[in-house]
């Protein structure tokens, strides 16, 4: 079985260079590994190069087109390669030694009983073991009418529907069947869509004994009444317009009005306070939900139809004019305080 890490990456070199160490680290070593570079622009491209790691494989994209944009190039570039299962995260995610044997291990124990899940997904913690991206439980239910979620949890397996992209393990027959994350998305939303797309028919696992950290989580869910990065601000418009996608799409329609009246009472909140620019952030957002109705995509398309061009490399290749320095330092993987320094950077990933 050929296994593929892909992890995406968008300014922020250090965490990467955390992920990075602790994938080539795995006890089960990955057959490839690809990093999809979302037109960094941190000197991303210059850490990479100088890498010596085996079987990595750098795609930096000519433009940032979001977290969505950068999973779906991901996927499909893994896909293409001709893996077996694609083993997604992103830059700030550091899994255990033995995160992906774990994983493969629970994939071969739910073959032995003939179930062939639609991912599997590790369990994610804080840096101070908070518990976080934590997925939906899948309550269908069995023959007699019972929900059959704790079939499986003698083994540290639950059943899972809405989860995300944080160290998921996708099979190729799951890409084959559902296709892509949709690309529009941007950012925020994509790995909900996808994961209750793929899991229509059939659930996805999380593995407990499958750990990961997910840095700079400690702040909680998406938020924007929270939000205290003014760079981000506006990329709620996308968070707002996918709730209600989302709700539209998997949900019945009093999903969906509960979810644009949740979107108003928060817009009503902010004009209250007398912040203008983040209620008509929201507004927008329940606007473009409207005519927002995006098609998904076959995992064999061309990567051209992101509308972006690709340039591919491995560690060790230099840039024409640049002189790489004579010694590369990683950051210490057990170091995650680096994150507190780098909260006010906008990720993109």
Not at 23 to 45: L, M
């Amino acid at each position: 079985m050929k296994v593929t890490a892909v992890i995406l990456t968008y300014n922020r070199k250090d965490l990467l260079s955390q992920c990075l160490d602790a994938v080539s680290r795995q006890s089960r070593p990955c057959d490839e590994i690809i990093v999809v570079d979302n037109a960094s622009t941190d000197g991303t491209e210059q850490m990479l190069r100088q890498l010596s790691l085996p079987n990595v494989t750098i795609h930096r994209l000519s433009e940032n087109i979001g977290a969505s944009g950068g999973f779906n190039a991901g996927f499909r570039l893994a896909y293409q390669s001709g893996t077996d299962q694609v083993w997604m995260m992103d830059d700030d995610v550091i899994p255990a030694e033995d995160a992906l044997e774990q994983l493969l291990k629970a994939d071969r124990l739910l073959a032995e009983k003939a179930i062939e899940p639609a991912f599997l997904l590790s369990t994610a913690y804080t840096e101070h073991g908070l518990v976080t991206n934590a997925p939906s439980i899948d309550q269908r239910p069995n023959r007699i009418a019972y929900e059959n979620w704790p079939l499986t949890l003698e083994h540290g397996i639950a059943p899972v529907r809405r989860a995300t992209f944080v160290s998921i393990l996708v099979p190729r027959r799951t890409l084959a069947t559902y296709g892509l994350p949709i690309a529009s998305m941007f950012i925020w939303g994509e790995d909900t869509e996808y994961t209750l797309r793929i899991t229509e028919h059939a659930p996805g696992f999380v593995v407990g004994s499958s750990k990961v950290v997910h840095l700079r989580q400690e702040n909680g869910a998406i938020d924007i009444m929270a939000e205290r990065n003014p760079n981000r601000v506006k990329y709620h418009r996308h968070y707002v317009r996918n709730e209600v996608f989302v709700a539209r799409k998997y949900y019945r329609p009093r999903r969906v009005v509960i979810s644009v009246l949740h979107q108003c009472k928060i817009a009503l909140k902010l004009l209250s306070r007398g912040d203008f620019n983040k209620a008509s952030v929201v507004f927008r957002g329940l606007l473009e939900s409207g005519p927002f109705y995006p098609s998904t995509e076959a995992v064999d398309a061309p990567i051209a139809n992101l509308g972006v061009t690709v340039d591919s490399y491995t560690p060790g290749s230099s840039i024409a004019g640049w002189e790489p320095p004579d010694q590369l330092t990683l950051v210490d993987l057990c170091d995650y305080h680096f994150s507190r320094q780098t909260m006010g950077s906008v990720n993109l990933t």
